[in-house]
DNA sequence: TTTAATATGTTATAATGTAACTTCTTTCAC
DNA sequence: GTGAAAGAAGTTACATTATAACATATTAAA
């Protein structure tokens, strides 16, 4: 179940950010990153890249290093983000605009939301302070229950 | 490397913390998963399935799954983490005193620090709040360089 | 001391991910 | 436009990580 009032739109403007910013920066763009984006859009959870792979079906003539190829650029880009703790990956709701973000997973409906919020990057860098550490990724996932599965949707 | 005084030290906590965390809880900290915690400990660093499988060796005749179901059972009884972004795993420095942990990992030297601060947990609920999020598990690893390696050792 | 519970052995396979080389397509200098 | 170079995708093979399912062994408890 999509919560957003029109999932299409959803997909529509992941790929016109994505188309947008490859154009920036000289990047293709190809027919087979943007069907894997799409693919990958096809809800607000996460997707498993064995299952993007039973999707992309015969077009493509599809195999591993296929859709990991698709989704790694798709990541260098900032489009798509990998969830370590369930290995797999979601669309970036807003690609470009932030750096370290987090995501909170809900285990019911299995919906992903992502989140950038100032005030971990802060407490994170006191952290990393505090331990004399310099931070350079960061992977923060949060799982529990969503406000709309509490409400019991 | 380790940055411990006397590494042996280390390893002697770690399974006296679990003989004395099994035995509280009735628990049987038998030979093999008491193997499998030191061959964790033998570093600061995390430990892959496969690498311990193979340190194993010819005692237990370990197969995947022995090795698995042990680290399965320390990970329920908090005596090991997880590191997600590495499929790999690392030894509770302070089993039990904790709930919300995370870990700083340094690329340089691949040692894993174990953190626990109340900063953290209050900024994650906040965090939660703000989205009407209801949080029970969070996976937090922060890749960067430790203070060491910054110092240049 | 039998029973039940728990742990381990064993086989097989599932799921996730990558290396290395080939072929195709696009770009760009000429 | 053409040919060379770069980049993308195809292809084969395999590496790595993890689990299911069932058999056997060990321990704890009645």
């Given at each position: 179940m999509h919560r957003c009032h029109e999932h299409a739109h959803c997909i529509e403007d992941a790929i016109a950010a994505a188309d947008r910013i490859c154009t920036e920066r000289g990047l293709r763009f190809t027919g087979l990153r943007r069907r894997v984006l799409e693919l990958v859009w096809e809800n607000h959870g996460s997707a498993k890249a064995y299952d993007l792979l039973d999707k992309l079906g015969g077009d493509y003539s599809a195999k591993p290093p296929t859709v990991y190829r698709a989704l790694e650029f798709l990541q260098e880009n900032g489009l798509v983000h990998k969830i370590s703790s369930l290995n797999a990956y979601v669309g970036c709701s807003?690609?470009?605009?932030?750096s370290n973000c987090y995501f909170l997973i809900c285990k019911k409906c299995n919906e992903v939301q992502e989140c950038c919020a100032g005030t971990v990057a802060e407490t994170l860098q006191d952290l990393a302070n505090s331990n004399n550490f310099k931070p350079e990724q960061m992977t923060l996932e949060i799982e529990g229950v969503c406000s709309a599965c509490q409400a019991g949707n």
């Open positions: 807003h690609p470009l605009e932030h």
